[in-house]
């Protein structure tokens, strides 16, 4: 017989940051959505933050072949290229990337043009893989394409000419160069990335060009791998908003030029639709989201746990058959929530009511970790797993037993999503979105989590913005979850559970906002 204090300190759903999660291969969940973004239409990845956008990038980065019966069929190779900014990049030779500055969006076009061409170019080039099929390849086409690279990355500084022959091979190159521009010049026509290598003095156009057509002849393709965007400028909105509004432009604009050259860019729900591009409806075909079903939560926690095997073998024990994490991962719902009910207390302490029958746990915990907007976060559900873990240790420890029928008890997973309602608002409302802060602050310690829009106005009314558009921006971080149809129609609005512990907001069934009341918080919110 296992007891189950001990099997409790083995208990643990993993880290909540995609890149050091040491259990997210092993536990992987939502294959469809994974799907969905292999396909080669879909280049831009948008959802929320602790959606598992990074997660969902890593995997594809270091392990593309866990993947593999997913991935597209037609080609020989396909090379994932991660490009998170020049803070990830150590050493650019001769090209001072971080001395450009830009500034507008047509600068950060540009820019984007040229980090991108020179991380995708260095990177084919030192690949052994591309290598190899570039050598074994008989057409001629495929070899002049590689010299025209080669000598490009010369010319920029990323490949060292060490012989003699290879000195004296792009001099005769750049000679060549010359006398075709010069040609073009006398046709009044524009030479090939002239107009790109004013600005930079880099022919990236040329470059990209010969990368294309060597995938291309190769059967190969390059997905490009953009993440942690919103790192780019912290502290900067407009500038970071100018910096990706400028990237999706540039997809837009060479995504068909380049067949074999693919974007994979994954990007914040709440910034994607700050972004003011023309067209922007046209997006819709290179767009997928990354939207969490209650379903999948559950197995993605319950999965994480039996990862372990003590953990395993109490489910074992209590449930009388063998379980492992496959069986998780494809097993019907009715299976998952068992173990759930192993793991944790089947009703978390809730008592029905004359009204209602009683909520269940799996209930109560998916709908608190839902926003205004209706998404669900896998970063907060393991969170609340780890720190319930924490806190029945605690509870335990007190009592000099354990105190629940369960590993997890109602008690200490109450007090546990305390802390993450707390850390939800500090790490996501008040860090991303510190020029909306004051307009958070009006709803602290409010007795009462519904208001209508006329209140909301009038807490808006000192603060920039306000009105309308002051209520979109807060829906817009999910803070603000409408009761009717939609944001713009809707007259009243409900601050979602997730928030509302973190905000110190009392419950109560029936509130009259007083004029009193209205104006303690605009002085709250002016001060």
Known sequence: MHDAQQVLMHLNFGRVDGETDNRFEQCFIGTEMLRQVLLPQHSLVVGNKGSGKSA?????????????????????????IPAYGLQSEEHLPDVEL??????????????????????????????QRMKSLIEHN?????????STLKHLLVDVGLIEQKTLSSKLSHAIHKYKQAR????????????????????TGVSIIAMLEAIDLILRETNCTAWIMLDKLDLLYV?????????ITGLVQLLVQYGNQFKNIQFKIFLRNDIYRQLHIVNKSHLVTYTTEMK????????????????????????????????DVTNVIVGADDYVIKLFN???EPNAGLKATTQTEAETTSQWILKRLVDGMGNSFPRELIHLG???????????????????????????????????????????????????????????????????REELYMLFEPLSPHGDEAIRQVYDVGLLQPMGNNVDSSKKFKIPLLYRSGLGITERKKRILQPHSVKKSLVIATN
């Open 292 to 323: 969490w079903r209650g379903p999948l939560l559950l197995k993605l926690l319950v999965s994480r746990a039996v990862v372990d095997p003590h953990v395993r073998a109490y489910c074992e024990e209590m449930l009388g058959e063998t379980v």
């Open 98 to 127: 971080r001395e450009l500055t830009p500034e507008t969006i047509d600068e950060f076009r540009y820019f984007w043009l040229l980090y991108l061409g020179l991380k995708v170019s260095s990177y084919l080039h030192n690949n």
């Open 386 to 452: 780890n720190r319930a873990v924490e806190r029945q240790r605690e509870l335990n420890r007190i009592a000099g037993r354990h105190t629940s029928t369960r590993l997890i008890g109602g008690a200490a997973l109450k007090d546990a999503f305390q802390h993450i309602s707390q850390y939800r608002c500090d790490t996501y409302l008040y860090s991303e979105f510190p020029h909306l802060s004051k307009h958070f602050d009006v709803f602290r310690g409010s007795e009462g989590a519904v208001f209508h």
């Open 138 to 146: 008989k057409k001629e086409e495929v070899k002049k394409a590689h």
């Open 342 to 344: 192993i793991i944790f």
């Open 235 to 243: 502290d900067d909105i407009q500038k970071l908003r100018a910096s």
């Open 180 to 199: 075709d521009k010069k040609n073009a010049f006398a046709r009044q026509e524009k030479y090939v990335g002239e107009g790109f290598k004013q600005k």
């Open 56 to 80: 969902m990038c890593r995997l594809l980065v270091d392990d593309l072949q866990k993947v593999k019966p997913l991935l597209p069929k037609q080609y020989e190779e396909i090379f994932c």
